[in-house]
T-cell receptor, first 116, second 111 residues
Framework: GAVVSQHPSWVICKSGTSVKIECRSL??????MFWYRQFPKQSLMLMAT?????????EQGVEKDKFLINHASLTLSTLTVTSAHPEDSSFYIC????????????FGPGTRLLVL | QKEVEQNSGPLSVPEGAIASLNCTYS??????FFWYRQYSGKSPELIMS????GDKEDGRFTAQLNKASQYVSLLIRDSQPSDSATYLC???????????FGAGTRLAVHP
């Protein structure tokens, strides 16, 4: 149980384009989903917390207009990197928590973004 | 600033030995603690969680928590080369609905 999927696993795009990444909880309902970014040889950095049906809470320093997060249902959250630039190239990972009271986070497999 | 500190390593142990990974945290109100394993190029996978002082065992893994010392550790018995990975300590600070991750300790188990 507690399987989280992400799509796509790899994406290469040109500078200035937008990229959407999907995160799905496959066998449970996720009231909360989290989006992380990880640069090579660095730790996970939380970008934002997403609650179903409400606006995401962004961490300090993360541009909410650049990283658009939508959590439309209990099984799906999306992250859109708008007007991507080479410095946005990174490993983006989502995680999900089950219903209230279950705070363990289960991670998706991640999406590697390369912006040329 | 909520912080979680880990020794970056690498921690090198021979196959069959016990690997000991340590983590300290700054928020005294933290209640939930997690260990994740991350293989190179992959996303983290949950090893175990611990909420109460003392030891919690799961197979070859034992998590130890000491809230008074703000210290949590992970012991891996009978270490195998397949255990070679980065181990991430994560803490949920009091009043927060998110995890703070340490930078991770790289473990290398050599045959």
């Amino acid at each position: 149980g507690a399987v989280v999927s992400q799509h796509p696993s790899w994406v290469i795009c040109k500078s200035g384009t937008s990229v959407k990444i999907e995160c799905r909880s496959l066998d449970f309902q996720a009231t909360t989903m989290f989006w992380y970014r990880q640069f090579p040889k660095q730790s996970l950095m939380l970008m934002a917390t997403s609650n179903e049906g409400s606006k995401a809470t962004y961490e300090q320093g993360v541009e909410k207009d650049k990283f658009l997060i939508n959590h439309a249902s209990l099984t799906l959250s999306t992250l859109t990197v708008t007007s991507a630039h080479p410095e946005d190239s990174s490993f983006y990972i989502c995680s999900a928590s089950q219903l209230a009271g279950q705070e363990t986070q289960y991670f998706g497999p991640g999406t590697r973004l390369l912006v040329l | 600033q909520k912080e979680v500190e880990q020794n970056s390593g690498p921690l090198s142990v021979p196959e069959g030995a016990i690997a000991s990974l340590n983590c300290t945290y700054s928020d005294r109100g933290s209640q939930s603690f997690f260990w994740y394993r991350q293989y190179s190029g992959k996303s983290p996978e949950l090893i175990m969680s611990i909420y109460s002082n003392g030891d919690k065992e799961d197979g070859r893994f034992t998590a130890q928590l000491n809230k008074a010392s703000q210290y949590v550790s992970l012991l891996i018995r009978d270490s195998q080369p397949s255990d070679s990975a980065t181990y991430l300590c994560a803490v949920r600070p009091g009043g927060y609905n998110k995890l703070i991750f340490g930078a991770g300790t790289r473990l290398a188990v050599h045959p």
